[in-house]
């Protein structure tokens, strides 16, 4: 049972716009602490994907974005392709435990 | 370019030690911490802990799980990062990865390609 829910998977169509949710509690996200996105396509190591709620690193397509309200966060994916099949993790730092905190992952496909 | 590159994984009975090299360059090494993270096989990303910079104490810490057991510490003059693994016990089986961490909001901003370690008799 991880400190971030993420729901398992989600799908959408190429073209479509589809987001995955991170929910947390007052001690993680509530607390004031970011969130982080990590991308980890099949056989490969996890990329960051979006930092510090909804900053995007160098090199990543502005289709990923990021944000975050009260105890939760979420990814939104727009325009998708079929590259973007894969599984995504969100991050944070939890209070209580002392500890940086992943969410279960999320695995999208791209019907 | 930024590079992490893990060694040091294999297949080590129960009970018994191991210890991981995270080799760094393109970055000046010692101006960050450094973390592992690692993951089971089919499952997903659990944090193993983190060694601060030396300007921040080379202090480290750990996750719940691997805390008494495993030790994380630094080289910097040879830009290494250790993970030091004893009383190693099966649900310790897991790709190994080494990130950079960007301490001003804790995440991990460059990552290596992961090393094995199957713990198993």
């Known amino acids: 049972q991880s400190v971030l829910t993420q729901p398992p998977s989600v799908s959408g169509a190429p073209g479509q716009r589809v987001t995955i949710s991170c929910t947390g509690s007052?001690?993680?996200?509530?607390?004031?602490?970011?969130v982080h996105w990590y991308q980890q396509l099949p056989g490969t190591a996890p990329k960051l994907l979006i930092y510090?709620?909804?900053n995007r690193p160098s090199g990543v397509p502005d289709r990923f974005s990021g944000s975050k309200s009260g105890t939760s966060a979420s990814l939104a994916i727009t325009g998708l392709q079929a590259e973007d099949e894969a599984d995504y993790y969100c991050?944070?730092?939890?209070?209580?435990?002392?500890?940086?905190?992943f969410g279960g992952g999320t695995k999208l496909t791209v019907l | 370019e930024v590079q992490l590159v893990e060694s040091g994984g294999g297949l080590v009975q129960p009970g018994r030690s191991l210890r991981l090299s995270c080799t760094a360059s393109?970055?000046?090494?010692?101006?960050?911490?450094m973390s592992w993270v690692r993951q089971a096989p089919g499952k997903g990303l659990e944090w193993v802990g983190f060694?601060?910079?030396?300007?921040?104490?080379?202090?480290?810490e750990y996750a719940a799980s691997v805390k008494g057991r495993f030790t994380i510490s630094r080289d910097d003059s040879k830009s290494i990062a250790y993970l030091q693994m004893n009383s190693l016990k099966t649900e310790d089986t897991a790709v190994y990865y080494c990130?950079?961490?960007?301490?001003?909001?804790?995440?991990?901003?460059?990552w290596g390609q992961g090393t094995l370690v199957t713990v198993s008799s």
């Open positions: 990130t950079r961490v960007h301490s001003s909001s804790w995440y991990f901003d460059y």
């Open positions: 060694i601060r910079s030396k300007a921040y104490g080379g202090t480290t």
């Open positions: 510090g709620n909804s």
């Open positions: 007052s001690s993680n996200i509530g607390a004031g602490y970011d």
């Open positions: 991050q944070s730092y939890d209070s209580s435990l002392r500890a940086v905190v």
């Open positions: 393109g970055f000046t090494f010692g101006d960050y911490a």
